[in-house]
Structure formats: C-alpha cells, structure tokens
C-alpha cells in the first residue's frame, strides 16, 4: 500500500530496513495481485459514470489523466438502464426472487435439520442419506422434467414457481450444513426443555433459532448470493419478460440487444453487482465462516 | 452424534390449556384453512399485473370513495408504484407464508394425543423439504436418464451425439481445458496468495481484493471481462485494457473472444478471477492451522522459506488443497453463464451444460439434452460417492 512513506519512517534504524527490503518482494507483489484483481471492475465502475462518446473513443484510463474534468462524468448512463433499457424493474425482481427463496430454504431445511439431528421417526436415515446423495446432482439433471412440470402446472414464470425451485436446489446443501450444526447443540439443553414440557415445536423454535443463528446467518448469505447471481434457473423457469425478469437475466438480454453499447452495460453490470458486493462487504465474516464450514454449492 | 431423543413419556407436552374441545379443534383447523386459502388468494395476485390497482380501488370502494376508485381502475397506479407493491406483497407472502403453515399445522398435530402428536410431528417437520427434495430432485433426476434413453432418436443416437457428434468433441476438449486449467489456475494461485498474504501487514484488505469477485454474477464477470477483451480494427482506439497493451508496443490487436483457442482460454480466466478467492480464504485459513513449531524446526534446520512452503506446508494442508479443487472441478465442470453470455457457445468454444441448455431450450431436443445432463451426472457421481462415503464415515446418518 503505502510503501513510499513507510521506508521513509523506518529509514533511520539500520535494522527495520533491512527487515523491510527482505519483505519488500512479498509487499509489492501482494499489492500487485491485488490490483491485477480489481483492475477489470474498476475500468468498469470508472466507464460506467463517462459520456457514453468518451467511452466508445477512448480507454477508461485516459479519464483517470484528468478526474477533475466534471464534464466526461455523468449519471445519464444510469438512468438510461434503469429506465428506458428495463433495469430498475429487473432490480425489483431479483428482490422479489432472492429475498423468499433465501428464506423459505432455510426454514425448511433448518426444521429438517432438527428432525434427522434430535427426532426419531421411521426412514430418518434413509431420507438422510438421501438428502447427501442429492447434494451433487447436478442441476442439469433436472431440467428437462421440470421444464415439462412448470408447463403443465402453469408454474413458469410465476415468482413462487422461481421461489420453489431455488429452494428445492439449495435444500440439499442447507439442511447437511444445518445437520452439521444443529446435531451438535448440548443434548442438556433439549433434555431440560423437554422436561419443562416444551414439545419439540417450542424447542425449535425457542432454542434451536436462536442458538444456530451464526449457522443460520451464513448460509443466509450464501444462499442470497447464489440466488441474486443465478442466471440458469432464471432463464428456465422465469424467463425474460419485463415483469418477472431479475438482473442477471435482463443483463445477459442487453449484452446481446446493446452489445455494443458499453455505456449500457457497465452501468447495467453495476446495477446488477451493487446488492452482492454490499452484502458480501458487509458480512464478509459470516461468509468466510460459511465457506469454511463447508458453504460451497456443488 | 448420538440421536438421543427425548421420549414421549412426559404427559403435559405444552401444558397448555385444555385440549380438544370442539372450539379448539374447529379453530386449529380453520386457521389451516384459512393460510392456505389467503396464501393461494395472494399467489394469483401476483399473477395479475393489474393486481395493486385492483386491489387500491376495491379499497377506496370500501372506505367510500367510489371516485378515487374509478379514477384508479381506469388509470392505473404508476409503473413504479405498481411494481413495489408487488414486491412488497410477494416478499411478505413468501416470508410469512412458510412460517404460518408450519405453526398452523403444528397447531393441528397438537389436536391428536401427545403420544400420536410425537409421532406426527417429525414428519411436519421433514415433511416440506423432503417433499420439495422429491419434486426438484428425485424425480426429475430419474425422469432425466429415462428421457435419454427413450426421447429423439432412442438411446442409441442421443448418446451417439452426445460422446461423438463433432460439436461435443470440441465441447469436450473445452471442457477438459476448463477443469484442468481452470481449477489448477484458481488453486495454484489461491495458494500462492494464501502464503504470501499470509505475511503483510494489510492481510485482511489484500484478501478483500481478491475475494470480491466471488460475489459477481458470471453474468457480470462476463461483461466486465468483455470490456477488457474488447476489440476495435485496427487503427481505431483501443478501450478494451489488452489491445491497448498491445496497441502500446504497436502491435496488432487481438480479437480475443473470437479467436480458437485463445478465447477459451479467456473464458478460463473469467473462471479463476472468480474462483481464486475462494481458493485462498480456504487455504489460508489451513495454511494458519500448521503448528508453528513444524515450522520453526524447519528453520532450526535451516530449510529456507520456499522449501518450507514446498516441503512442509503445501504437504500438511493437503487434505484442504483436495477439497477446494474438487470443489472448484465440479463448480467449472456445471459452467454454463460464462460461455453462454460471451460467445453463446460460437467460435469453438461450446461446452457440455452450454449444449445442453441450447438443446434443451433452443432446439427443444429433450432427448439429446438429457443425455448430455447424464454424461455430467457421470462425471460427478464419483465425487458424489466419496462425498456420502465420508459422511457415513462419520458416523451420521447410519
């Protein structure tokens, strides 16, 4: 970072010196990495706020040469997608979509979690088993039946048709890291509440929410950026029109209406980026915890 | 993992007031009844695109106010207006809806006895997601291999198209760039980074960098990386990052996403910007886990940095380095978004699930998509064996 100052604070004793110019290589090639990383979002986020001319004629750096030139930069590119090229409807959808289909999958999966960790009833291994089985089919595999299915039951392009079918995709992962989490809570705990007649029901509800709230809470995020990023389920079961379609849908329409017309489609790439980005900045812990739990979609 | 349930034994489960009297029942059922009805009511108006105006003027005609009410029938509320009620609603049903089914049908599993409810209750609780599991998974994945072999042309000739069609060569060979190059990319790099990050200051900030890709859509990715691979002719100016390289040490530009076989290579590193992060957060967090004192004593005996990297810590994070690969193989062998958004398959660069979703949803050649959905399940069935066989390994489930 900033590597120019540093050497000028440490340059009077002989010995942090030395140590800095041995860690100097890694320094300057984790700075570089780093900005080999961001280098293609920010060309994207910095053409996105140019005059649409400006961005046909010239590189996206050349703006950098002179930033405080207010006239190259502008919002029109903005109102432009969300408007006339459908964005902000797009945006409301995704919303629609991914706020239910990150909720009703973890519900399910975490009152299924409970059951295999802490119920007896005939069938819990083998549905158990099943449950794990499934966490690698590929969707692929279930496609083409569905797509017949959504036809038949007039589900296509419906919002809980997309509602279902993310969560029918997401159970399996949900419920074996929720399993995971939940079987682990101190029987004590039920043992106590059982005694102080709570049914099952309560327990779940007054205990078990609560206590697996970190668990909860990653998958959440991981399960809301999947779905808010997702463009194959939306395409098969949503489709394209204005009233249903989400982000990455109508942004996969414009790079092929508008393609190139790239004041359009940064501005509309943005759009699409802005949710995952926020919430992944700000909840970056729950997700590594996530991640390192096992949060990864096959 | 033990299963200690707690029995049925205790007499007042809930102790709640009495139970089963004529109201209670009458109640517990009707409430049921009413979420399903209210919930099916508020489904069918999100299928009308005219549903909140509808829904404002038989407002106004219940308060009285017939003028407003016809002034909103024949109108319309705004565009923007209309669609954030939607929202509002549908999120709200979605939401709300899940959660009151459960607890009115809890309500009714309590009508039975406390023996009867205890044996009722798992299956309200599993019942939902192995339901949906059911539907979305089960019996699709069997309707699949079935259609494979009966759809189009038989067995024979999906299957003869889906291993041999020239198209699916090419499509193999892609796929076999992306899962060797792909995932050796994105693990080799992650595990570089790991280590390196592992030893400045700024660990957190360097690691944000590159972990944010990993909440871009490869629909996003595609067209941030379509505007570095852009190409103008020659002579125009440059804006794509790489031609102005080139154009800077006066070379010609290059046309990257049309050009067999760099584009797929492209299209590979789409892949790794996305997935390195990952890699690394997984990797460095096992690169943390080495004890210290393996790694002191590599130093007492004089090993330098990169022999302890090559000799002792790349070999004890071993078992991580298995689980991000595998993890990314299988994420790449599904790719789909990113061929599909760039080249739709074009200029040599198709692969298996972008075949199979053109057959699927362009042609409409069920039979010929469901086989080339079998060959990936194929592929992926090994990984899904070792999965199940760990599990059970440890204990759960068996």
Redesign the interface.
Known sequence: MTTSSKTLDVASTPTKVQKWSQKAPVRIAVVLIAAMWSLPTLGLLISSIRQPNDIATSGWWTALLHPFEAAQWTVTNYTDVLGADGMFDAFVNSLIVTIPATVIPITLAAFAAYAFAWMKFPGRSFLFAMVVGLLVVPLQMTLVPLLQLYTDLELTGTFLGVWLAHTGFGLPLAVYLLYNYISQLPKDLFESAHIDGASHFTAFIRLVMPLSLPALASFAIFQFLWVWNDLLIALVFLGTDSEVAVVTAQLNELVGSRGEAWHILTAGAFVTMIVPVVVFLGLQRFFVRGLLAGSVKG | ??????TTK?P????AAPRNTPTEIISSVAILAAIVLILRAS?SF??N?DGPSNLFASFYDLVGAGGSAEAIRASGLS??TN??I??VV??A???AG??AL?IAA?RVI?LFSPRW???L??????G???A??G???????I??IS?SITDDGGAIENYKFALTDPDMLVAFRNNILWLVLGTGGSVLIGLI?AQ??D??K?EA??K?????????????A???????Y?WKPPGQ?????LN?GLDAVGRDPIAWLQTAPLNTLALIVIMV?LQ?G?AM??LS?AIKGVPGEILEAARIDGANEFQIFRRVIVPSIKGSVITVAT?IF??I??V??IV??TTGGKFDTEVI?NR??AE??KFRN?GR??A???V??VV?TP??VL??RN?RRQG???
Do not use: C
């Not at chain 2, 007042?12 to 102790?15: A, E, F, I, K, L």
């Not at chain 2, 209750?121 to 599993?126: E, K, N, T, W």
């Open positions: 993992m033990t299963h200690n349930t707690p205790a007042s489960q809930d102790s489904l999100l299928k695109p565009p923007i669609k954030l939607i929202a549908a999120i049903v979605g939401i899940v959660w459960f809890n309590d409810a205890e044996r209750r798992p299956f309200l609780f599993v939902p997601a192995v949906l599991l539907f979305f998974l089960v019996y699709p994945a309707n699949t259609t980074i390196l990050v030893r400045v700024r900030l360097a944000t960098f590159i972990f944010l890709p990993m909440a871009i859509s490869m629909v996003g595609s067209v941030v990386w379509g505007f570095v852009e100016p440059q804006i794509g990052v102005a910007w390195t990952f957060v997984i967090a993890t299988v994420a062998l599904k789909f978004d599909f958004v699930a199979m979703f699927m949803f069920f998509a469901s080339l959905a079998v990936l399940l992926v990984i899904m999965n199940v599990l759960i489930g068996a």
